[in-house]
């Protein structure tokens, strides 16, 4: 299953492991996910991850968020250097590179804790998931 896992949801998973996106993480390290990501998604989480006041909070370097990206796009399947982004979140334009990238991946959820994209549902036939539900589909998936 090919996902594109919303900035919040690549951030929680850095910051929690142990948290539903940490598990999210996990299952793309061990192939049972496919990770699609875009140009402009990594440049949105480089810049959150470089937030003073997340990185004092969270205390994690500048070189452990280089290198997490640089895990992510090493692991990931799909990765677009540059994408037609259509507006459809008007009131969070950051929110459709990741409708952007789920279409130009040919992804089969996205995966998000954004209200904007979450009152979505779907996006193009490609259903928008919380990161509960998206585990949960896996583990269904694992036991099959």
């Not at 299953?1 to 492991?17: H, I, K």
């Not at 940490?22 to 998604?41: H, N, P, T, V």
């Not at 779907?122 to 259903?127: E, F």
Request: negative net charge.
């Amino acid at each position: 299953m090919r996902v594109v896992l919303d900035t919040n949801v690549l951030v929680s998973a850095f910051l929690n492991p142990d948290s539903p996106p940490g598990a999210l993480r996990e299952a793309i390290r061990s192939g049972r996910l496919e990770l699609a990501l875009s140009q402009a998604m990594l440049d949105e989480l480089q810049r959150v991850l470089a937030y003073p006041r997340l990185r004092k909070v969270a205390r994690f370097s500048a070189d452990d968020a280089k290198r997490y990206c640089a895990l992510l796009v090493e692991s990931c399947a799909f990765f677009a250097e540059t994408l037609s982004i259509e507006p459809v979140v008007a009131d969070d334009p950051d929110d459709d590179a990741i409708l952007a990238t789920a279409v130009a991946a040919g992804a089969d959820a996205i995966v998000s804790g954004d209200r904007h994209l979450l009152e979505l549902e779907s996006h193009r036939g490609i259903p928008i998931l919380k990161p509960r539900e998206a585990v949960e589909l896996i583990r269904a998936a694992d036991e099959t």
